[in-house]
């Protein structure tokens, strides 16, 4: 499974979150992110900063994400929830 999740960071870098959306990514909500044991911290913000820009929000709910191939939307809240534990995890 690290070797999974190494996988993903180094994708991550190249292509972006977009990552996430495919088919075997273990990543699947924001929490799912923050636990990644394989994953720097840094691998741990930039994807969590993506999931969050305005990128992926829904034009007709913005409080909601939506990275292609991640089974549902979520909350911007449940995104800068993440970003908040994985600060209080890191001391950062």
Known sequence: MDDLFK???????NIGP???????SPLRRP???VKAPALSVDDK???LAAW???FY???SKPAL???????EP????EVRSALRELDSRYDI
């Open 7 to 13: 996988q993903i960071a180094a994708t991550a870098v």
């Open 18 to 24: 977009e990552v996430l959306a495919s088919h075997w």
């Open 31 to 33: 929490m799912d992110v």
């Open 45 to 47: 913000r930039a994807i």
């Open 52 to 54: 969050a820009s305005d």
């Open 57 to 59: 929000a829904i034009d």
């Open 65 to 71: 994400r939506h990275m292609p191939g991640t089974p």
């Open 74 to 77: 979520v909350s911007i809240d």
